[in-house]
């Protein structure tokens, strides 16, 4: 069964930072691309950030560009996401899937920013 | 302002058919393929359409997705009250080179 588990998420002040993990189960995890998703409270969804099976390929939306990272440590079955210079319009939950296109997704993890 | 054109809602009663649309561009629906997704209150979204027009293992036929040109559509017939939730379109932008979600459709079973 394919599991996708977030954790990291939590309050933290503008201009922090945060670590987002995914640990990833049930599938051959290093032959797929993974992606983060996030929410904003009563919003639809915005696409954040993927990267391909090796690590080699990442591609971020405008709004997070030079603030966040997505790496991936396919050792462990994991990815993840640094966020910097945290805005309270990155306030979200924030979700891990499979693939681009999202063929699985985790239960989201949330992330706070407010002073 | 969303690169792919969902309308906010959509309402039907118990056993009737509603469809989606999802309005795009060349640069996303006109050139790589759609994804449907459900997402009920509290829960996180969920794939039903992959490549335009294939359901997930799983998802009953009552599921349909179509594609013609910049347009894609959503279509669920034997509307039930289960099916009350948010539905998003997505595709990736070659010329934005990001995936890209529409607004979401509320499906709303009167």
């Known amino acids: 069964e394919v599991q996708l588990v977030e954790s990291g998420g939590g309050l933290v002040q503008p201009g922090g930072s945060l670590r987002l993990s995914c640990a990833a189960s049930?599938?051959?995890?290093?032959?797929?691309?993974m992606s983060w998703v996030r929410q904003a409270p009563g919003k639809g969804l915005e696409w954040v950030a993927n990267?391909?099976?090796?690590?080699?390929?990442?591609f971020y939306v405008d709004s997070v560009k030079g603030r966040f990272t997505i790496s991936r440590d396919n050792a462990k079955n994991s990815v993840v996401l640094q966020m910097d210079s945290l805005r309270a319009e990155d306030t979200a939950l924030y979700y891990c899937?499979?693939?681009?296109?999202?063929?699985?997704w985790g239960q989201g993890t949330l992330v706070t920013v407010s002073s | 302002q969303s690169v792919l054109t969902q309308p906010p809602s959509v309402s039907a009663a118990p056993g009737q058919k509603v469809t989606i649309s999802c309005s795009g561009s060349?640069?996303?629906?006109?050139?790589?393929?759609v994804f449907w997704y459900q997402q009920l209150p509290g829960s996180a979204p969920k794939l039903l359409i992959y490549?335009?027009?294939k359901g997930l293992s799983g998802i009953p036929d009552r599921f349909s997705g179509s594609k013609s040109g910049t347009s894609a559509t959503l279509g669920i017939t034997g509307l039930q009250t289960g099916d009350e939730a948010d539905y998003y379109c997505?595709?990736?932008?070659?010329?934005?080179?990001?995936?890209?979600f529409g607004i979401g459709t509320k499906v709303t079973v009167l």
């Open positions: 060349t640069s996303n629906i006109g050139n790589n393929d």
């Open positions: 490549e335009n027009n």
């Open positions: 997505g595709a990736w932008d070659s010329d934005l080179s990001i995936y890209v």
């Open positions: 049930g599938f051959t995890f290093s032959i797929y691309w």
């Open positions: 899937a499979r693939r681009t296109s999202g063929d699985y």
């Open positions: 990267i391909n099976k090796d690590g080699s390929k990442k």
